[in-house]
């Protein structure tokens, strides 16, 4: 038997702990920042709180709605119990306007809108970069089963629908998102990973103002500040959209 308390993962955003039950993990969110396959590194104060803070809030949301997720409680500023799942090594990444790789592979214009909304599959692999995969190379890969893949494809155009109107409150703009999912101990396909501003582009409904990662990633402001700015925004937002509020927010 595993002991509580015990390392399971560690990786560029998070630490992935055991507990005294065995259905139940402790994940712990870190101030580390990585860009461009951690080829650069930093640290931004206060992102391991508001990253964790938010995905709560977005995971109840979601949870609430109908998609089932791996979040059962926030028990700490940093810390969320979760469901164990078996990562599945597909990114999923829902573009409603183009930006970053997309703008550079296509050689689109920043900010132009996809719609409907463009759906794409990537390969969780550092070494080899996480390459854009089709359903077809999952299959040769033996990634996930056809079923899991139209799985993966029809609940992130759920999510994109339900963040975006989240945001929306938040007068925020979801210009493009990072999925993650796994499949838990009934085999079923569920939500895991964050959602936060590490995983989502956010741009300001009013002037356009960057407030995630970018601002690390391509130094274009102070990344604390825009992501405390996210965090207020959703708490703020949250009460009206988020029933039963308990297990949330231990600063709120």
């Known amino acids: ?3 509580a308390g015990t390392l399971l993962y560690e990786g560029k955003a998070k630490r992935l702990f055991t507990t005294a039950d065995p259905t139940v993990l402790r994940s712990q969110f870190k101030d580390d920042a990585t860009a461009f396959n951690a080829e650069k590194k930093g640290q931004i104060e206060g992102k391991g709180v508001a990253n964790c803070t938010i995905a709560s809030y977005l995971f109840r949301y979601l949870e609430q709605r109908g998609v089932p997720n791996h979040f059962i409680v926030q028990t700490a500023p940093d810390e969320m119990q979760v469901q164990p799942v078996t990562i599945l090594k597909i990114e999923v990444i829902a573009r409603n306007r183009a ?3 997309i703008c550079k592979t296509l050689g689109l214009e920043r900010g132009m809108d996809i719609e409907p909304p463009l759906v794409e599959f990537f390969y969780k692999n550092d070494d080899l970069g996480d ?3 089709t359903s077809e190379r999952i299959r040769i890969l033996n990634l996930a089963t056809p079923a899991q893949v139209e799985v993966l494809r029809s609940q992130t155009l759920r999510i994109n629908r339900l963040l975006k109107d989240f945001f929306e409150r938040c007068q925020l703009q979801l210009v493009d998102f ?3 999912f796994g ?3 009934a085999g079923h396909v569920i939500l895991a990973d964050e959602i936060s501003p590490d995983t989502c ?3 300001d409904l009013s002037d356009g103002r960057v407030l995630d990662k970018d601002l690390f990633r391509f130094d274009l402001g102070d990344p604390v500040a825009g992501y405390q700015e996210v965090l207020q925004r959703v708490r703020q937002a949250a009460p009206a959209l988020i029933d039963h509020l308990d297990g949330l927010d231990p600063n709120a």
Do not use: C, Q
Request: aromatic share 6%.
């Open 201 to 203: 582009r956010l741009w």
């Open 1 to 3: 038997m595993t002991e």
């Open 178 to 180: 990072k999925l993650e």
């Open 183 to 185: 499949v838990d101990s």
């Open 131 to 133: 390459p854009l995969i």
């Open 99 to 101: 930006a970053g790789s």
